[in-house]
Each structure stands twice: as structure tokens, then as C-alpha cells.
């Protein structure tokens, strides 16, 4: 058995905000994302899969307004039965770094589906 270690960003290089200052809030939005939401979501194909890709085609703050995203990510049982956890721990200023972490990620679209012509 061999167990390699590498880094998240080398694995999901897709998934980080490059270029955002590193106290920045999307950066903070990015670790929070990393810490609790990369199991089941992606971002630009790069993570989980049991909940959506939350960047590609549309990133969620292209659709959604910023209210219900966080109304949802909250309390998701209030909009619909799913296998999404409550998050009612968040603070406001960790939802205000997840949204501008999703759009940071926006502008920095990879979408390997629609590079294959899917």
C-alpha cells in the first residue's frame, strides 16, 4: 500500500481564486469552501459530485440571488427535501467570503465538459 500526499491546489487546481489577495475575502470564501462544501460540490468540474458543479455552465451567483444563496446554504430543508446538511453556524461574514469566493470563481470559468464538446 502506498499512500501519496499532495496538495489540494495541486489535485483541484481549477477549484482556487488565483491572483486573489491571500486576506482577501474570496480567499476566505476558498478555505471555507475547502473545509465544508468541496465533498459534494464542484467548482469547474473539480471536487465532489453529489450536489452540483457550483461554477460551470453558470456559476451560482449568475442565477440565484445572493439572499436565497444564503437563506439556502443556511437552512436548504426551508426550499427543499435534499441530502444537503444545514449550515445555521455560518456567520454572515463567512457567507459574505463563500459569495465572494463563487464570484471570484466566476470570472476564472474552466469547463472541461464544454472544452470535450459536451
Request: proline fraction near 9%; charge should be neutral; hydrophobic fraction near 40%.
Amino acid at each position: 500500500v502506498t499512500i501519496a500526499l499532495a496538495r489540494f491546489e495541486d489535485v483541484y487546481p481549477h477549484v482556487v481564486p488565483a491572483g486573489e489577495p491571500a486576506d482577501g475575502p474570496a480567499m476566505a470564501g476558498f478555505r471555507l469552501f475547502r473545509a465544508r462544501c468541496v465533498r459534494c460540490h464542484a467548482i469547474n468540474g473539480e471536487g465532489g459530485h453529489v450536489g452540483p458543479d457550483l461554477n460551470v455552465p453558470r456559476s451560482i451567483v449568475e442565477y440565484r440571488p445572493e439572499e436565497q444563496i444564503r437563506a439556502f446554504v443556511r437552512d436548504p430543508s426551508a426550499f427543499r427535501y435534499g441530502a444537503m446538511p444545514a449550515h445555521p453556524d455560518l456567520t454572515d461574514g463567512d457567507l459574505d467570503a463563500l459569495l465572494a469566493y463563487f464570484r471570484a470563481m466566476a470570472r476564472r470559468k474552466h469547463d472541461p465538459r464544454a472544452a470535450a464538446g459536451h
